[in-house]
T-cell receptor, first 113, second 112 residues
Framework: NAGVMQNPRHLVRRRGQEARLRCSPM?????VYWYRQLPEEGLKFMVY????????ESGMPKERFSAEFPKEGPSILRIQQVVRGDSAAYFC???????????FGPGTRLTVT | SQQGEEDPQALSIQEGENATMNCSYK?????LQWYRQNSGRGLVHLIL?????REKHSGRLRVTLDTSKKSSSLLITASRAADTASYFC????????????FGKGITLSVRP
């Protein structure tokens, strides 16, 4: 059973461009979570999704950020008009229904120049 | 504000010694979990302790939970160089499949 997959692993964008981060959960996991980690910091929750539904987006900035988890395909975290402050590692995690533990992907390191 | 606050922030020990890391939190919890993160990698789940449990073991790991003090400790016995990593406590407050709130983490270095 492959683990949580994220791509790309590294992404460089110029200020003002769009960043698209992809996450494929583990097989059988219908719950996906996105977290952001700044250097020397812990992870900060952004959004929690199930297939075709956003369950909790309380950690998501109101502007420029959006997330989806379509019926088919990976979950996408989209950042429009990136700024330098968006530079961070973005981690996706997944879990099966009824579970507390989350399984993390390797992360996407976004650098905004 | 931080839900989980670990201390110390950094710990350096000799291989074979025990490592103790502490975590405090502010609000009521369902469970408390500990995760490990190797440099540049994702997080790996280590152990979960429920709010009605006081102590739990898994291999060389021992975790305790004191809900009256809102604190937890993670003990790694007989440490190895491969235990070198950052360790995070995380709390969930609203049941299964809910968001996790992480502390800033503890950097553990185990010298061979």
């Amino acid at each position: 059973n492959a683990g949580v997959m994220q791509n790309p692993r590294h992404l460089v964008r110029r200020r003002g461009q769009e960043a698209r981060l992809r996450c494929s959960p583990m097989k059988g996991h219908s719950h996906v979570y996105w977290y952001r980690q700044l250097p020397e910091e812990g992870l900060k929750f952004m959004v929690y999704l199930q297939k075709e539904n956003i369950i909790d987006e309380s950690g998501m900035p109101k502007e420029r950020f959006s997330a989806e988890f379509p019926k088919e395909g990976p979950s996408i975290l989209r950042i429009q008009q990136v700024v330098r402050g968006d530079s961070a590692a973005y981690f996706c995690a997944s879990s099966p229904p009824g579970h507390y533990e989350q399984y993390f992907g390797p992360g996407t390191r976004l650098t905004v120049t | 504000s931080q839900q989980g606050e670990e201390d110390p922030q950094a710990l350096s020990i000799q291989e074979g010694e025990n490592a103790t890391m502490n975590c405090s939190y502010k609000t009521s919890i369902n469970n408390l979990q500990w995760y490990r993160q190797n440099s540049g990698r994702g997080l790996v789940h280590l152990i979960l302790i429920r709010s009605n449990e006081r102590e739990k073991h898994s291999g060389r790991l021992r975790v305790t939970l004191d809900t009256s003090k809102k604190s937890s400790s993670l003990l790694i016995t007989a440490s190895r160089a491969a235990d070198t990593a950052s360790y995070f406590c995380a709390t969930d407050g609203t049941g299964a499949n809910s968001k996790l709130t992480f502390g800033k983490g503890i950097t553990l270095s185990v010298r061979p």
